[in-house]
Each structure stands twice: as C-alpha cells, then as structure tokens.
C-alpha cells in the first residue's frame, strides 16, 4: 500500500469509540471514518434477521461512499451475527468485535468468568462456541443488560450514570460460590469500558474488567502493518441518521479528535 490507508469503524453508536481511540493510537498515519448506525441504535434489541439485513445494506453503502481498505466491526451484537456474511458479500478486510472469553479464561485465577453484553450478544450462538471452544473449564455466567449501552450513550453526552441502573445491571456478574468469587469481567459490548468508572464503583468487589480495545488495535496492526512517520489526518464521523451532534456531544467528539465540520454535522 502506498498511500496511508483508509480505515472504517463502525458501530450501532459510539461505543465503537472505545474500540477507534486504540487503533487511532495504533495508526496515527491512516485516514479514519467512524461510522455510527445511529437510525438503528440499540441493536441489541433486533431480532437476528432483521438486524443481519440492517448491517450488511449500511456497510454496502459506507463501502462504496468511503472505499475502505479495512473495516472494523467494533460492535459484538453486530461481529457475533454478520461477521462471516460480510466477509462473503465484501472482499475487503474486515476485523470483528466478539466477546473476549479466551483471554478472560487464561486471567481468571478464581475460574469464576462473567460475560457482561447486550441481551443479544449473551443469547449468540456464536458466544455459547466461543464459551465451548475457549472456557478453559471456567465457570462462565452470562449478563445481558439492557438498559447500559443508553447510559452509556447519555453519559457521553454528559449525563452522568445512574449508579443504581448501574449496579441492577451488573449484579448477576457477581458469583460467589465454595469460597470462590468472580475475579474477572469480560466487557462484551463496546459501549461499556465508556462506564468503566462507574462500573468500578458499582462493583460489589473488585474484579478486572476485561476489555477487547487494544487487541483489536494489534490485529489492525497485524493487518496493516505498523504506523508510519506521516501526519494525523482529520477524522470523519458519520451518523446514519443525518443528524447533528448536539453542542455537549460534539465536545465530547471533539476529545476523541474529531473536528465536526458543518458538513460533517
Ligand atoms: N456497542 C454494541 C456492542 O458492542 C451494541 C450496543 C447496542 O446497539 O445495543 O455490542
């Protein structure tokens, strides 16, 4: 590749900022587009074929609008639905977003694993094969929460979590049993580690939260190969809604480097 490359990372909403601010640190150089399904947002609560069309039709257009060399999938109610049908429909390089049970299972010394995602991820078959293949004889609970992907949405807009939602959500991860408790959480939705403070908080000990960012940045690595000594270009947002950032979510845009030009209001 000659030319620095064109990354796409896409999501149901910001979540996938989580994911964007370590391949950004990863590769300064590339030209980003971060796209947010935001007309469709949560897709936690799609069912699995209306939810499978829905991505494939919006990354279709995002491919052709933005020629990407590389798309990163950075949402696992999305990765753990439609990841192989992309990769089937589209020949460019696509990286996924699926719940980090392999690592969590080799971090765990209580062997007590939850995994914390949208209703949707938790119900996947494809997190029931990663639990078979990578469970390492761990006890794994599984927590779909519902209501943290919006908080998580709101607190970035600049409404502070409410730390009893919070807490109601996380509760199940917490196992304790024959002298064991849980020590390790695997943070399966992208919208999450964005609640990381406030999780810490609610926490009724503490555990490692674990959270799949940087290795996604290493596999763009592996991908792509390593940075090179070019000058960071100005970052796109793209919301399939049309609609404008409010002025406090455009601040809080602002701090993961994107320059919210009119036109990309
Ligand atoms: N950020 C997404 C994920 O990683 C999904 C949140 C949602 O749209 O429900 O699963």
Redesign the pocket.
Known sequence: MTQAPTILVF???L??LTVYREVTAARPDARFIYAADDA??????WTELALSERVVSVIGALIKQYEPDLVVI??????TLVLAELRRRFSIAFIG?VPAIKPACAASRSRLVSVL??E??IAREYTRTLIRDYGEGCEITLVGARRL??LAEAHLRGEPADPRIVAEEIAPCFVEQGGRRTDTVVL?????PLLLEALGAAAPWPVTFIDPARAIAHRVIDLLGPARPEPRQTARIHFTSGAAPAPRLSAALGAFGFALAPADA
Do not use: V
């Not at 950075?74 to 990765?79: K, L």
């Open positions: 999501d149901s909403g979540g996938g469709a947002f949560p897709y936690g609560g950075a949402c696992n109610t999305a990765s977003t995602g949208t949707a991820t992907a919006p399966a939705c992208t919208h999450f």
